[in-house]
């Protein structure tokens, strides 16, 4: 498709679904697909690399597989590689491929990107800085995992130089900018003129719109159209992604001026501080545009519009202030006599409680929108559903951790590396691949190359998937801590990481059969897309 | 396997089967809503649920943090017997006496390198309890031990390329 000023229906006369743009400009749809298309395919490729690092961290803690060198060296490259996996897995991979997904989506919902410098420098930088970051990880040894446990990077025992912390405080810092103008992009986005239209409303207003005030408040905002639901959390999660960056991103830039200042030091429980409040707020970038495509897709599957009123704006009003103070229920076990971090903590636990809202209530709207309906089962609706089903098994989870009482038990033990694998992988990754799937017509005018292979890949990540992370949770549940690149014996612990093993087989071939199956329908005839098949 | 832990896996079992068995009754429906053409569902029912819904998800993590305050580590600290002086370094604990007496004991962790945890275990390998700590500060867990017999600490918070190797002990008798 050419870039012209032509306007092009989305869909038929007659079946316009619910809350796509009437009609879109031809060049705002054939530049951002082509943008859709490059983070995804970049964002897949991280998956390969960041799975790969996966397998041999988990074969090499049961023992299967050896690493180079000494005791010492392996274990130091063993921590290399599970800092470089889960930079690679949840930010170059799921996040990067969300980001991408999430300008595509508003495209279709008429908020096309108003100008594509901000989406342009947030892929470059991401890459760049993955690059960094494989770099010093792989390359230079830089061993102080994902969370950059200041001040671990500069007590190294010799393991890596200032330089490779240098290195990836600037890689990661990188991969922040590349957040931070994803958001920027998004935000310039819904607060054009796509909703208030003729409505003299001023930049506030708009974005108020965008974050559904219309239905709480019509006579104070009003539109020329009613804010279609996807666009709530897109919105909260670009507000919120913007501001909580910037703590880590200066807990970064402190760590690089300590590079090339040996004597100027961070205080430790505020680098932590600094770290969480970006750390836990990152899950939602994942999460949140998870949800908006979820909006999207289920009630086109569905046949109806989402089951939603204004109760579950408010919960996204509520969504949105919350994530920015919950970060310190990943310190609940920090609290040093004589200081404020336990008063902090107490505080974090109900508002972490009051994050739970806005899933409580998109859970139960999409079981709505789903009851009774004329479903459309397709490979990607069945990887959507399992999606939303590990959601709420893993979210379950997560209410269990934000307890304090019970996390005296549970922090740091591979219960938590249980829950966000299945958090990441099997609620949010199988909502990845479900856009993907539902994607392929749109996006690479094909028809996917077998519909069988996507069943294999659907039931092998499911099978292997839960095996997988119910190995990790039975250990946690049995105090196992996480991080430790051979556990200790005595304990009988190992024989949970043996279990796990077959599991991780299934999982990692059923992936790969996915990944197949959709390099060959990329590589297939264009334009083969059989009729009564969703557009979506 | 602690009690809090058992308690947390048979609540997070029930609690699971619950939500997932009502997910596949959702899914199920589609098959009558297919035969429906999608037609019959009482959507104005389901609109009027929404606000009711709300109000049980906050009640239930209203009760939850309520009922579990009594568990908060810092809020409930018994008298001390007796008092452990803990200096986690890269990579070992050294614990100043090695041997208690039964009974409430603080433990007081300080770290002069990097962040460390300090986590307990019993005779049996059950996990008691833990607590973190960050340099230049003083962490004190407080927390009744009443098996005697030889106690171990793994460290919870990753801490270098030793991490795995940094295992302290400590005894408790009668």
Not at chain 1, 411 to 429: D, K, P, Q, S, Y
Not at chain 1, 436 to 444: H, K, R, S
């Amino acid at each position: 498709m050419t870039a012209t000023h032509e306007h092009i229906s989305v869909m038929p006369a007659g079946t316009l679904p619910y809350d796509d743009a009437p009609v879109l400009n031809a060049a705002d749809v054939a530049r951002t697909e082509a943008l859709t298309r490059r983070f995804w395919w970049t964002s897949t490729l991280f998956l390969v690399i960041a799975g790969l690092l996966g397998l041999i961290l988990r074969s090499y803690q049961a023992e299967i597989i050896s690493l180079p060198g000494n005791q010492t060296d392996q274990a130091n490259l063993w921590y290399a590689l599970m800092t470089a996996h889960g930079l690679g897995a949840f930010v170059a991979w799921a996040a990067f491929f969300l980001m991408g997904s999430m300008l595509w989506l508003l495209m279709r919902l008429g908020f096309p990107l108003r100008t594509y410098v901000f989406a342009e420098l947030s892929y470059w930088t991401m890459v760049l800085g993955t690059l960094g970051i494989v770099i010093s990880t792989l390359l230079m040894r830089f061993a102080g995992s994902w969370v950059a446990l200041y001040p671990l990077p500069f007590h190294s025992q010799g393991r890596w130089t200032s330089a490779a912390t240098g290195v990836f405080s600037a890689s990661v810092l990188l991969a922040g900018v590349s957040i931070i103008t994803w958001c920027v992009a998004l935000i310039i986005s819904v607060t054009g003129p796509a909703i208030s239209g003729e409505q003299k409303t001023g930049w506030f207003g708009r974005l108020g719109l965008a974050l559904g005030f219309g239905y709480l408040w019509p006579s104070r905002f009003k539109a020329d159209r009613e804010v279609p639901y996807p666009i709530i959390p897109i919105t909260v999660i670009g507000i919120n992604m913007f501001f909580m960056t910037l703590p880590f991103a200066l807990l970064l830039v402190l760590m690089l001026v300590q590079v090339f200042d040996s004597s100027f030091s961070t205080d430790p429980q505020l680098a932590k501080n600094l770290l969480w409040a970006f750390g836990h707020p990152v899950v939602y970038l994942l999460l949140f545009p998870v949800v908006a495509a979820l909006y999207y897709f289920i009630p086109r599957y569905a046949k109806r519009p989402l089951v939603f009123g204004k109760v579950v704006v408010l919960a996204w009003t509520i969504g949105l202030l919350a994530n920015m103070f919950l970060w310190a229920h990943h310190m609940y076990m920090d609290y040093p006599d004589g200081s404020a971090q336990s008063f902090l903590n107490m505080t974090h636990e109900p508002i972490t409680f009051a994050i739970t809202l806005p899933s409580a209530l998109s859970l139960f709207g999409l079981a709505c929108t789903m009851w009774r309906s004329d479903f459309e089962w397709s490979p990607g609706s069945l990887f959507m559903i399992a999606g939303i089903v590990g959601w709420l098994s893993a979210g379950f989870q997560g209410v269990l951790n934000a307890t304090i009482q019970f996390n005296v038990v549970l922090h740091n033990t591979l219960w938590v590396v249980g829950h966000f694998h299945h958090m990441a992988l099997l609620a949010m990754g199988m909502v990845i691949f479900g856009i993907f799937y539902a994607g392929v017509p749109t996006l690479l005018k094909r028809e996917l190359y077998s519909e069988k292979l996507a069943k294999i890949h659907f039931w092998g990540m499911l099978i292997g998937g839960y095996g997988w992370v119910i190995c990790w949770l039975g250990q946690g549940l049995d105090g196992a801590p996480r991080r430790w690149d051979l556990l200790p014996d005595g304990f009988g612990w190992q024989i949970w990481t043996e279990l796990s093993i077959p599991f991780m087989i299934v999982l990692a071939l059923s992936i790969l059969t996915g990944l197949y199956n959709i390099v060959r329908t990329a590589m297939s005839s264009p334009w083969r897309v059989k009729e009564g098949v969703t557009r979506v | 396997m602690n009690g809090t832990l058992f308690f947390i896996t048979i609540l997070y079992s029930i609690v699971t089967v619950i939500g997932v068995a009502v997910y596949f009754v959702v899914i199920a429906s589609t098959k009558r809503g297919r035969r429906e053409g999608g037609g019959e569902a009482p959507i104005a029912s389901m609109h009027r649920a929404e606000p009711w819904w709300a109000v049980f998800a906050l009640v239930v993590v209203t009760v939850l943090f309520f009922g579990t305050l009594a568990g908060v580590p810092w809020l409930n600290r018994a008298k001390a017997d007796a008092t452990v002086n803990v200096k986690a370094l890269q990579f070992v604990f050294v614990m100043q006496p090695a041997t208690v007496k039964a009974g409430n004991v603080d433990f007081k962790v300080t770290s002069d390198d990097v962040s460390h945890g300090f986590g307990l275990f019993d005779p049996d390998g059950k996990m008691v309890s833990q607590i973190q700590v960050v340099p230049g500060v003083t962490s004190t867990l407080s927390t009744k031990l009443t098996k005697t017999g030889k106690y171990k600490i793994l460290c919870f918070e990753y801490c270098g390329v030793g991490h795995a190797q940094m295992i302290g002990q400590f005894e408790v008798t009668k």
